[in-house]
């Protein structure tokens, strides 16, 4: 697994990068909570530290669950109850007090893992909505039997929303999964692709607006 290692203490964070790897993991050293709002993707699972030197872990993960539901693991010094209940309540999959013992992390994390693999989404390789077909595997649109030829953007953009066919999707998880940052001003660059993907598409309201906050695909 691709594990994300958020800690700023280099004597934690390095030994914890040197067992995770001998166990056969790949693991991604960060030492600030924007490193992984900015690095999550391609990321299996998060071990996160609370006091990090620009964010409060607490804040970091609620910032992190508003786009991505990657299993997290709090690791942290924090021992008192109000932590562990914020930790748990603000989206974390399990909170391990320091100094953990490495093969507990190491179970958790595949229980967590585990646990997320069974009731993540289907991988569907082609999604059909009226006569407009999505292949996904060969990024390929048609609509009604004709081709249509999207930008790798408003491909990315409409592969986002149909893989959760009728869920609103916000704007800010858009951002993320097609430009890799939810957090800087770029809302008008998604609002030009939608515009194109639209266009493109030429069927009004299969793409709805859900206004102040995002879209959805499908009725
Ligand atoms: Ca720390």
Redesign the pocket.
């Given at each position: 697994m691709q594990i994300a290692v958020v800690?700023?203490?280099d004597g934690v964070g390095d030994a914890l990068v040197e067992a995770l790897g001998t166990h056969g993991h790949q693991a991604v050293r960060m030492r600030r909570g924007s490193d992984l709002l900015l690095g999550h993707r391609g990321v299996d699972a998060v071990i996160l530290?609370l006091?990090?030197p620009d964010a409060d872990g607490l804040q970091v993960l609620r910032q992190l669950r508003a786009v991505s539901d990657v299993p997290v693991v709090i690791l942290t010094a924090r021992d008192d109850e109000r932590s562990v209940v914020r930790g748990l309540r603000g989206g974390a999959d399990d909170y391990l007090v320091k100094p953990a013992r490495l093969a507990e992390l190491l179970a958790r994390l595949d229980v967590v893992t585990q646990r997320r693999r069974a009731t993540g989404p289907s991988s569907a390789q082609t999604v059909t909505q009226g006569d407009v077909v999505v292949d996904l595997a060969a990024r390929e649109v048609e609509v009604g039997g004709a081709p249509v030829s999207l930008t790798a953007k408003e491909f990315e953009l409409l592969e986002v929303l149909v893989t959760r066919p009728g869920a609103a999707v916000s704007r800010q998880q858009l951002m993320d999964a097609v430009w890799g940052d939810a957090y800087v001003a770029i809302s008008r660059t998604l609002d030009v692709h939608m515009t194109g993907l639209r266009a493109k598409l030429g069927r009004p309201g299969l793409i709805s607006t859900i206004r102040g906050y995002g879209y959805r695909w499908g009725t």
């Amino acid at each position: 697994m691709q594990i994300a290692v958020v800690e700023d203490d280099d004597g934690v964070g390095d030994a914890l990068v040197e067992a995770l790897g001998t166990h056969g993991h790949q693991a991604v050293r960060m030492r600030r909570g924007s490193d992984l709002l900015l690095g999550h993707r391609g990321v299996d699972a998060v071990i996160l530290d609370l006091g990090l030197p620009d964010a409060d872990g607490l804040q970091v993960l609620r910032q992190l669950r508003a786009v991505s539901d990657v299993p997290v693991v709090i690791l942290t010094a924090r021992d008192d109850e109000r932590s562990v209940v914020r930790g748990l309540r603000g989206g974390a999959d399990d909170y391990l007090v320091k100094p953990a013992r490495l093969a507990e992390l190491l179970a958790r994390l595949d229980v967590v893992t585990q646990r997320r693999r069974a009731t993540g989404p289907s991988s569907a390789q082609t999604v059909t909505q009226g006569d407009v077909v999505v292949d996904l595997a060969a990024r390929e649109v048609e609509v009604g039997g004709a081709p249509v030829s999207l930008t790798a953007k408003e491909f990315e953009l409409l592969e986002v929303l149909v893989t959760r066919p009728g869920a609103a999707v916000s704007r800010q998880q858009l951002m993320d999964a097609v430009w890799g940052d939810a957090y800087v001003a770029i809302s008008r660059t998604l609002d030009v692709h939608m515009t194109g993907l639209r266009a493109k598409l030429g069927r009004p309201g299969l793409i709805s607006t859900i206004r102040g906050y995002g879209y959805r695909w499908g009725t």
